[in-house]
């Protein structure tokens, strides 16, 4: 079993920037891959950034640019920077991992983007 506690969230006024971390119970290095999702209020979680063994990354589309995921093998974590804050990025944010074609998934953090 792993455990994964996000933190980093909170009320950030457009135009600001945070980051996010995943904080994991288990070794990162181990981790076939790792990614941010968000769920926005009424609307299905989507996937923001992932990475997988080697550094390859993806990013969705629209968000390439904004976001950037990066991976500390010492401390065991995942991060998500996120730069020039919209409205629209108000979501929670969620932490997931795959050890072994299992996935496993944090409780979330709530980012909320408003003046």
């Known amino acids: 079993q792993v455990q994964l506690v996000e933190s980093g969230g909170g009320l950030v006024q457009p135009g600001g920037s945070l980051r996010l971390s995943c904080a994991a119970s288990r070794s990162v290095v181990s981790a076939d891959s790792m990614a941010w999702y968000r769920q926005a209020p009424g609307k299905e979680r989507e996937l923001v950034a992932a990475?997988?063994?080697?550094?390859?990354?993806y990013y969705q589309p629209s968000l390439k640019g904004r976001f950037t995921i990066s991976r500390d093998n010492a401390n065991n974590a995942l991060y998500l920077y996120v730069i020039s804050l919209k409205p629209e990025d108000t979501a929670v944010y969620y932490c997931?991992?795959?050890?072994?074609?299992?996935?496993?998934w944090g409780k979330g953090t709530l980012v909320t983007v408003s003046l």
């Open positions: 997931n991992a795959r050890f072994a074609d299992e996935d496993y």
């Open positions: 990475l997988w063994t080697g550094g390859v990354t």
